[in-house]
Structure formats: structure tokens, C-alpha cells
């Protein structure tokens, strides 16, 4: 009977050293860390770099000065790729209504990047 209550008492002593240490040792993954810092070391960023870095999923704004020029934008998904890359998927409207989707990957040493497009679309 007494082993028993050894091995309860060491069990238990186990997992509360595991939840302390756990609760203790909550760090921001590096990647996480790269990307908050890449963000605060580079405002001048473009219109949808900025936007992509701190939008919502769902919300919409509208953008002036970007590379397809004023338009409205939407995040509509945020994943990681198979390479492990942040990824967000924006829905961009032109002012001629042209509607059309673009990838951005977060690199360590560059930040934000939009992605090649394999469609070109509408003709800005």
C-alpha cells in the first residue's frame, strides 16, 4: 500500500511541475516574433503590405496609391503554406469593378510579398 501512495504522490508531484513549467514558458513562436518585428522596423511599406501585415479576416477598406491603383480590399483567408510560410489571401476590386484575388507570403528578411500570379486578369 505504501508503494501506491509513493507513486501517486510522485505522479502527481510530475504533473504539477509539467502545468507550472508549461504556464511558465509561454514564448512567442520565432516566426511570430520575425514578423512583429519586421513590421515595426519597416513603415514605409506599399498601401497593401501595410494592410496585409495588420488586416482581419472579413474586413474590408479601401486602399489609395497601390501597385493596381485605388481599390478596395479584403482579407479572405490567413494559412501557412507547404514551404511554412505565412500566407493571406486578399480579394482586390479596381475602380473599373475588376475583381480578382492575390497571394502574399511573409519572408523573414524581406516582410510581406505578394505572390506571382499565374492569371493576370483584368487589364488595370
Given amino acids: 500500500m505504501r508503494i501506491v501512495s509513493v507513486i501517486v504522490r510522485c505522479g502527481l508531484l510530475v ?12 514564448e512567442t513562436p520565432p516566426q511570430a516574433q520575425a514578423e512583429t518585428q519586421a513590421q515595426e522596423a519597416a513603415p514605409t511599406q506599399p498601401p497593401l503590405e501595410q494592410y496585409v501585415a495588420s488586416a482581419r479576416l472579413g474586413e474590408w477598406t479601401s486602399l489609395a496609391g ?16 507547404a514551404s511554412g510560410k505565412r500566407c493571406r489571401l486578399l480579394n482586390i476590386v479596381t475602380k473599373n469593378k475588376c475583381n ?11 516582410g510581406w510579398k505578394e505572390t506571382p500570379r499565374i492569371w493576370k486578369g483584368c487589364s488595370n
Fill in 15 to 26: 504533473l504539477f511541475v509539467v502545468f507550472a513549467g508549461c504556464a511558465v514558458l509561454k
Fill in 66 to 81: 497601390t501597385r493596381y491603383g485605388d481599390v478596395d480590399v479584403s482579407l479572405t483567408n490567413d494559412y501557412f503554406s
Fill in 100 to 110: 480578382f484575388e492575390t497571394v502574399f507570403c511573409y519572408d523573414v528578411d524581406q
